[in-house]
């Protein structure tokens, strides 16, 4: 593969590749050496970003009616626990359609809420569409009408999924094969922080005295439909909530306002100021101690234990007709300990959404920030 580089302040950072591009390239090299008859030494795979990856072969072996190939997961600079692994996919050619499994080192889905259904090997969505791209390729090149059974493997998986929150979230047994960029991005935190500053300091340049943290794409997505205003002057600030307020209060912000999906939101009703899962994750905790403090049934509250995602956890809650409440104590908690972060050094709101649920919290100062904002 080309290498690729990014730069986070004046480092230079080597590019990676997810596991999904791994299971596309070792499916997509499979596929020709089992319509060729021939060894593969590398695939070409498209990721949906736009760029060509040329991933070296690791192995190319043929069984009885099927060929199994593998690529080398390698993530260049940033510190993923996948880095040197060995994703392989063995191909069968079938009389059509296109199945997906997942077999050694591939964990199953447990709990409801997760990119794939319970049951299911943990490769997602992206993934697969990844993977059926590549061989569809392949069967076009060498002028193939049939389907493709592909089994997706990692050698190694099940212990290297102990030391993720894999058993936490509910996919057991084994690594997820995830990725929606098809690329690893480094970043190591200083660098992620230095960028938040960087960006903060430019939007305080033009004059801004209102500070607007988002924490992804799912954040611009919902400003862009809801309050496209905001869209040009806001600050992505991903898990480091607490450090983009000291930011943003350092640089002289009068307000600051944090818009972001109640994914990663949940966790600042505890306090929790970086929300990367590796620091903490207290979801399910924050949501039954709010449910506690509500009155909600014991029952209930157990049951919240067990979702493996928010989206999840408030469709119990619906259900049992206790959201209202609950999201009411989740919202005055968020806006508590962001204004005990701030400590009246600047003005603090919060903006919690869900897709889902089209639900829309605001703290007390939400509406006022956003106004200031866009005046």
């Known amino acids: 593969m080309e290498e690729r580089f990014i730069y986070s302040g004046t480092k230079k950072l080597r590019c990676g590749y997810t596991t999904g591009s791994c299971a596309a390239g070792a499916a997509r090299a499979a596929a020709e050496a089992l319509l060729t008859g021939h060894p593969v030494k590398s695939a070409d795979v498209m990721t949906p970003k736009g760029l060509l990856l040329h991933l070296p072969v690791e192995r190319c072996s043929a069984g009885t009616g099927s060929v199994l190939c593998s690529v080398i997961k390698d993530s260049g600079d940033d510190p993923d626990i996948t880095h040197g692994m060995e994703v392989c996919a063995e191909v069968t050619l079938t009389a059509e359609d296109i199945v997906i499994e997942g077999g ?29 791209q590549a061989v569809k390729e392949a069967a076009e090149l060498y002028d193939y009408s049939g389907g493709f059974h592909i089994v997706i493997s990692v050698p190694g998986g099940e212990d290297v999924a102990q030391k993720t929150f894999n058993p936490r979230i509910g996919i057991v047994g084994g690594i997820s094969i995830i990725g929606t ?20 300091s430019v939007r305080r340049e033009e004059g801004r005295k209102v500070l607007i943290l988002t924490l992804g794409n799912y954040s611009e997505k919902h400003i862009f439909e809801n309050a496209p205003a905001l869209a040009e002057q806001c600050v992505m600030c991903s898990n480091f909530i607490g450090d983009a307020i000291d930011i943003g209060i350092s640089l002289g912000f009068e307000d600051i306002l944090v ?4 994914g990663k939101m949940v966790k600042l009703g505890s306090g929790i100021m970086n929300t990367h899962s590796s620091y903490a994750d207290g979801r399910m905790e924050t949501l039954i101690a709010c449910g506690a403090l509500t009155g909600v049934r014991t029952e209930v509250l157990r049951s919240l234990a067990d979702c493996a995602t928010t989206d999840a956890a408030l469709d119990i809650l619906y259900a049992a007709d206790c959201a209202e409440a609950v999201m009411k104590v989740l919202t005055e908690r968020i806006d508590s300990y962001l204004r005990a ?5 600047a003005r603090t709101g919060a903006v919690i959404f869900s897709f889902k649920h089209d639900l829309l919290l605001k703290t007390g100062y939400a509406d006022d920030i956003t106004g200031k904002a866009v005046m």
């Open 181 to 200: 960029t098809g690329i690893v991005e480094p970043m190591s935190d200083r660098a992620v922080i230095e960028t938040i500053r960087t960006e903060a």
């Open 341 to 345: 972060r701030a400590k009246g050094a």
């Open 104 to 132: 050694e080192g591939i964990g199953r889905v447990t709990k409801p809420g997760l990119d794939q259904p319970v049951g299911a090997a943990a490769i997602n969505s992206v993934p697969r569409m990844m993977i059926i």
């Open 259 to 262: 818009y972001g999906h109640i």
